[in-house]
Every structure is written in structure tokens, then in C-alpha cells.
Nanobody, 123 residues
């Protein structure tokens, strides 16, 4: 399984970005997916997760109401729509595929991780 995140960039505070995560043909549509991020000098943290069908989602409190996770299983693609961005959202964002079908916030439940994409929010 290979995952590749894209869509990062430099944006002003209050702006929006849409991240995408493309999977290889071996990416399973029966597994939950998630987004995590690591800010400079900080530990990796959970951002959002979605179950295999796209019917159940979970968000970190810090992004709830501003970020939306979605997936298109036909295209093997995961998305993260980020609105009302804040400087504290600056981080490298990673997508990951869970070992299970649900939407989990626990990083140890994720078996496959993609390369990150950098998001920088200026004040």
C-alpha cells in the first residue's frame, strides 16, 4: 500500500486548502482512513478520521467545525478540506490507512502512512 498526500502550500490566516491523499491499487476501500499532522518541534497529532464507507467521521477538537474529511473509494482518494485556517494549523500533514474499518483517532491503529504535505499558514 502506498499513500501520497498533496495539496499543501502557503496560505494566509482565514484561508482554505484542500488536501488529497491518493492510494495505490492495493489501498483497501474496506479500511478507515485518517489525517494526522506534526507541527515543528511537536509530536504528531490526530486531525480527522473517516470510516470505510465514509458515513462516520471523527475530528480533533482543535479542527472541529473548520475541517472536513471525506473519501472517494472509486478513486482511492482521501480528502481534507481545511477552512478558516489559523497559524497554529501550520504543520506537515500525513494520511494513513487504518488496520480496521472504523474512524479511529489512535495512531497505533494505522498500518500504512503516506509521505506528508506541508501546510504553512501566515498571520
Amino acid at each position: 500500500v502506498q499513500l501520497q498526500a498533496s495539496g499543501g502550500g502557503l496560505v494566509q490566516a482565514g484561508g482554505s486548502l484542500r488536501l488529497s491523499c491518493s492510494g495505490s491499487r492495493r489501498t483497501s476501500s474496506n479500511n478507515g482512513m485518517g489525517w494526522f499532522r506534526r507541527a515543528p518541534g511537536k509530536e504528531r497529532e490526530f486531525v480527522a478520521a473517516i470510516d470505510w464507507r465514509g458515513s462516520s467521521t471523527s475530528y480533533a477538537d482543535s479542527v472541529k467545525g473548520r475541517f472536513t474529511i471525506s473519501r472517494d473509494n472509486a478513486k482511492n482518494t482521501l480528502y481534507l478540506q481545511m477552512n478558516s485556517l489559523k497559524p497554529e494549523d501550520t504543520a506537515e500533514y500525513f494520511c494513513a490507512q487504518s488496520r480496521w474499518s472504523g474512524a479511529s483517532s489512535e495512531s497505533q491503529q494505522y498500518a500504512y502512512w503516506g509521505r506528508g504535505t506541508l501546510v504553512t499558514v501566515s498571520s
